[in-house]
Protein backbone atom coordinates (compact mmCIF):
# COMPACT_ATOMS: atom_id res chain seq x y z
CA UNK A 1 0.00 0.00 0.00
CA UNK A 2 1.33 3.11 -0.64
CA UNK A 3 0.75 6.49 1.06
CA UNK A 4 -2.21 8.02 1.16
CA UNK A 5 -4.08 4.84 -0.31
CA UNK A 6 -6.60 4.53 2.35
CA UNK A 7 -4.35 5.17 5.12
CA UNK A 8 -5.62 8.66 6.20
CA UNK A 9 -2.00 9.92 6.57
CA UNK A 10 -1.79 13.71 5.56
CA UNK A 11 2.36 15.15 4.97
CA UNK A 12 3.91 17.75 3.24
CA UNK A 13 5.58 17.01 0.09
CA UNK A 14 9.24 18.15 0.10
CA UNK A 15 10.62 18.55 -3.25
CA UNK A 16 13.65 16.74 -4.20
CA UNK A 17 16.86 16.96 -6.39
CA UNK A 18 16.89 21.03 -5.41
CA UNK A 19 20.72 22.57 -5.41
CA UNK A 20 21.32 21.13 -2.14
CA UNK A 21 20.21 17.61 -2.82
CA UNK A 22 22.43 15.25 -2.34
CA UNK A 23 22.15 13.90 -6.12
CA UNK A 24 22.91 17.00 -7.31
CA UNK A 25 25.80 17.51 -4.89
CA UNK A 26 27.87 13.94 -6.05
CA UNK A 27 25.89 13.20 -9.26
CA UNK A 28 24.15 9.93 -10.38
CA UNK A 29 27.24 8.12 -10.96
CA UNK A 30 28.66 8.69 -7.81
CA UNK A 31 26.20 7.71 -6.00
CA UNK A 32 25.55 3.56 -4.69
CA UNK A 33 22.24 4.58 -3.59
CA UNK A 34 20.39 7.72 -1.25
CA UNK A 35 17.51 6.57 0.92
CA UNK A 36 15.15 9.44 1.54
CA UNK A 37 13.36 8.51 4.52
CA UNK A 38 11.82 12.08 4.50
CA UNK A 39 10.33 11.81 1.00
CA UNK A 40 7.11 10.44 1.43
CA UNK A 41 7.05 9.78 -2.35
CA UNK A 42 9.48 7.39 -2.15
CA UNK A 43 8.14 5.19 0.87
CA UNK A 44 5.68 2.77 0.46
CA UNK A 45 3.66 1.34 3.86
CA UNK A 46 2.05 -1.66 4.96
CA UNK A 47 -1.17 -1.99 6.88
CA UNK A 48 0.51 -1.30 9.70
CA UNK A 49 1.84 1.78 8.83
CA UNK A 50 5.79 0.43 8.66
CA UNK A 51 7.91 1.00 5.55
CA UNK A 52 7.58 -2.11 3.75
CA UNK A 53 9.76 -0.92 0.80
CA UNK A 54 11.59 2.20 -0.31
CA UNK A 55 12.98 3.77 -3.33
CA UNK A 56 16.53 4.82 -4.50
CA UNK A 57 16.63 8.50 -5.26
CA UNK A 58 19.77 8.15 -7.02
CA UNK A 59 17.78 6.90 -9.64
CA UNK A 60 20.41 4.19 -9.79
CA UNK A 61 17.36 1.80 -9.05
CA UNK A 62 18.69 0.18 -5.65
CA UNK A 63 15.39 -0.28 -4.00
CA UNK A 64 15.46 -1.51 -0.42
CA UNK A 65 12.25 -3.92 1.23
CA UNK A 66 11.68 -6.10 3.75
CA UNK A 67 9.60 -9.32 3.19
CA UNK A 68 8.95 -9.62 7.09
CA UNK A 69 6.28 -7.57 8.31
CA UNK A 70 7.21 -7.65 12.02
CA UNK A 71 10.83 -6.74 10.69
CA UNK A 72 9.80 -3.61 9.24
CA UNK A 73 10.69 0.24 10.51
CA UNK A 74 8.19 2.75 11.40
CA UNK A 75 7.67 5.67 9.62
CA UNK A 76 5.97 9.11 11.19
CA UNK A 77 5.08 11.84 8.41
CA UNK A 78 6.21 14.73 10.52
CA UNK A 79 7.65 15.45 13.96
CA UNK A 80 11.39 15.11 13.27
CA UNK A 81 13.55 18.07 13.40
CA UNK A 82 12.64 20.72 10.63
CA UNK A 83 9.06 18.89 10.93
CA UNK A 84 10.43 16.31 8.50
CA UNK A 85 8.88 12.87 8.15
CA UNK A 86 11.88 9.63 9.07
CA UNK A 87 11.96 5.96 9.72
CA UNK A 88 11.36 4.41 13.49
CA UNK A 89 14.17 2.11 13.84
CA UNK A 90 14.16 -0.38 16.95
CA UNK A 91 15.91 -3.97 17.40
CA UNK A 92 15.93 -6.58 14.25
CA UNK A 93 14.25 -3.56 12.36
CA UNK A 94 15.76 -3.52 8.94
CA UNK A 95 15.82 -2.67 4.87
CA UNK A 96 17.60 -4.83 2.61
CA UNK A 97 18.62 -3.75 -1.03
CA UNK A 98 17.25 -6.23 -3.40
CA UNK A 99 20.81 -5.49 -5.26
CA UNK A 100 23.97 -6.65 -4.71
CA UNK A 101 27.17 -5.37 -4.68
CA UNK A 102 30.84 -5.77 -4.47
CA UNK A 103 32.20 -2.54 -3.25
CA UNK A 104 35.89 -2.26 -2.36
CA UNK A 105 37.09 0.94 -0.58
CA UNK A 106 36.78 3.71 -1.35
CA UNK A 107 33.20 4.55 0.06
CA UNK A 108 31.47 7.26 1.74
CA UNK A 109 28.33 7.05 3.54
CA UNK A 110 26.47 10.09 5.35
CA UNK A 111 23.77 9.08 8.08
CA UNK A 112 20.98 11.99 8.83
CA UNK A 113 19.81 10.21 12.00
CA UNK A 114 18.67 10.51 15.71
CA UNK A 115 19.59 7.98 18.64
CA UNK A 116 16.65 7.85 20.79
CA UNK A 117 18.49 5.52 23.28
CA UNK A 118 21.70 3.28 23.61
CA UNK A 119 21.44 0.10 22.69
CA UNK A 120 21.84 -3.24 24.22
CA UNK A 121 23.58 -4.37 21.47
CA UNK A 122 25.41 -2.54 18.78
CA UNK A 123 23.43 -0.28 16.68
CA UNK A 124 23.99 -0.16 12.85
CA UNK A 125 23.48 2.44 10.60
CA UNK A 126 24.25 0.79 7.61
CA UNK A 127 25.71 -2.78 6.63
CA UNK A 128 27.25 -2.89 3.29
CA UNK A 129 27.56 -7.13 3.76
CA UNK A 130 27.82 -8.54 6.93
CA UNK A 131 30.29 -6.29 8.96
CA UNK A 132 31.24 -4.39 5.84
CA UNK A 133 32.13 -0.70 5.64
CA UNK A 134 29.54 -0.31 8.92
CA UNK A 135 29.09 2.67 11.43
CA UNK A 136 27.29 2.29 14.21
CA UNK A 137 27.20 2.75 17.92
CA UNK A 138 28.90 1.11 20.27
CA UNK A 139 26.65 -0.82 22.73
CA UNK A 140 25.26 1.57 25.86
CA UNK A 141 26.97 4.31 24.85
CA UNK A 142 26.79 7.58 23.32
CA UNK A 143 29.59 6.74 20.40
CA UNK A 144 29.86 5.76 16.96
CA UNK A 145 32.31 3.86 15.78
CA UNK A 146 33.48 2.38 12.01
CA UNK A 147 34.47 -1.18 11.29
CA UNK A 148 35.57 -2.94 8.13
CA UNK A 149 37.69 -5.82 9.78
CA UNK A 150 39.04 -3.71 12.50
CA UNK A 151 38.12 -1.08 14.90
CA UNK A 152 38.49 2.57 13.44
CA UNK A 153 37.93 5.96 14.59
CA UNK A 154 35.03 7.07 17.16
CA UNK A 155 32.70 10.08 17.18
CA UNK A 156 30.36 11.01 20.42
CA UNK A 157 26.78 12.11 19.33
CA UNK A 158 24.22 13.51 21.76
CA UNK A 159 21.19 11.23 22.66
CA UNK A 160 17.76 12.78 21.43
CA UNK A 161 19.32 14.95 18.92
CA UNK A 162 19.49 14.86 15.01
CA UNK A 163 23.18 14.70 13.96
CA UNK A 164 24.82 13.87 10.65
CA UNK A 165 27.20 11.65 10.35
CA UNK A 166 30.33 11.74 7.76
CA UNK A 167 31.91 8.07 7.13
CA UNK A 168 34.74 7.85 4.82
CA UNK A 169 36.16 4.16 4.26
CA UNK A 170 39.74 4.51 2.56
CA UNK A 171 42.35 2.37 4.74
CA UNK A 172 44.56 4.29 6.57
CA UNK A 173 42.53 7.16 5.10
CA UNK A 174 39.32 6.65 6.59
CA UNK A 175 36.93 9.05 8.37
CA UNK A 176 34.34 9.85 11.01
CA UNK A 177 33.08 13.10 11.65
CA UNK A 178 29.40 14.94 13.05
CA UNK A 179 27.77 17.87 11.97
CA UNK A 180 30.43 18.94 9.40
CA UNK A 181 33.33 18.80 12.34
CA UNK A 182 36.64 17.76 11.86
CA UNK A 183 36.14 14.90 12.92
CA UNK A 184 38.59 11.91 13.65
CA UNK A 185 40.93 9.09 12.03
CA UNK A 186 41.72 5.41 12.47
CA UNK A 187 42.06 2.46 9.94
CA UNK A 188 38.70 0.57 10.10
CA UNK A 189 40.59 -2.66 7.88
CA UNK A 190 40.13 -2.84 4.01
CA UNK A 191 37.56 -5.48 3.48
CA UNK A 192 35.17 -4.00 1.62
CA UNK A 193 31.95 -6.31 0.53
CA UNK A 194 31.81 -9.05 -2.17
CA UNK A 195 28.36 -9.60 -4.27
CA UNK A 196 25.94 -8.85 -1.27
CA UNK A 197 23.45 -6.38 -0.27
CA UNK A 198 22.95 -3.30 1.19
CA UNK A 199 21.05 -3.74 4.96
CA UNK A 200 19.76 -0.16 6.36
CA UNK A 201 19.47 0.54 9.90
CA UNK A 202 21.00 -2.73 10.61
CA UNK A 203 23.59 -5.65 9.69
CA UNK A 204 23.48 -8.88 7.87
CA UNK A 205 23.75 -10.38 11.65
CA UNK A 206 21.34 -8.07 13.23
CA UNK A 207 21.90 -5.59 15.33
CA UNK A 208 19.32 -2.63 14.88
CA UNK A 209 19.86 0.99 15.21
CA UNK A 210 17.91 2.27 17.97
CA UNK A 211 16.04 5.91 16.74
CA UNK A 212 15.30 7.92 13.36
CA UNK A 213 16.63 7.81 10.47
CA UNK A 214 16.58 10.86 7.71
CA UNK A 215 18.53 9.82 5.12
CA UNK A 216 21.33 7.80 3.85
CA UNK A 217 23.61 8.75 1.17
CA UNK A 218 26.72 6.32 -0.07
CA UNK A 219 28.95 7.58 -2.60
CA UNK A 220 31.49 5.02 -4.66
CA UNK A 221 34.54 7.60 -3.91
CA UNK A 222 36.06 10.05 -1.42
CA UNK A 223 33.79 13.24 -1.42
CA UNK A 224 35.29 16.62 -1.51
CA UNK A 225 35.93 19.23 1.26
CA UNK A 226 32.80 21.03 -0.72
CA UNK A 227 30.64 18.06 -1.31
CA UNK A 228 31.02 17.91 2.59
CA UNK A 229 30.32 21.31 3.17
CA UNK A 230 26.73 21.09 0.67
CA UNK A 231 25.63 17.95 2.92
CA UNK A 232 26.41 19.78 6.09
CA UNK A 233 23.98 22.30 4.85
CA UNK A 234 21.43 19.91 3.41
CA UNK A 235 21.29 18.08 6.57
CA UNK A 236 20.88 21.46 8.51
CA UNK A 237 17.03 21.39 7.33
CA UNK A 238 16.54 17.99 9.17
CA UNK A 239 17.50 20.19 12.88
CA UNK A 240 21.29 19.33 12.39
CA UNK A 241 23.30 22.19 13.98
Do not use: C
Amino acid sequence: MGIGEGVGVSFTRRRMGGPSSPLVIFGQSSLIGWWDFSDATKVTLDGSLNIQTILDSSGNGRTATQGTALARPGWAANGGGGNKAHGIWTTNKSLVTTATFTLPQPVEVFAIARSTSTPANTGYLLDFGINANITFQQNAASVLQQFDGSLGATQAITQNADFLADSLFSGASSLLAINGGTGSSANPGTAGSSTTPITLGNSALSSGWSGWIYGLVAINRAATTPERASMHTYAQSFGVP
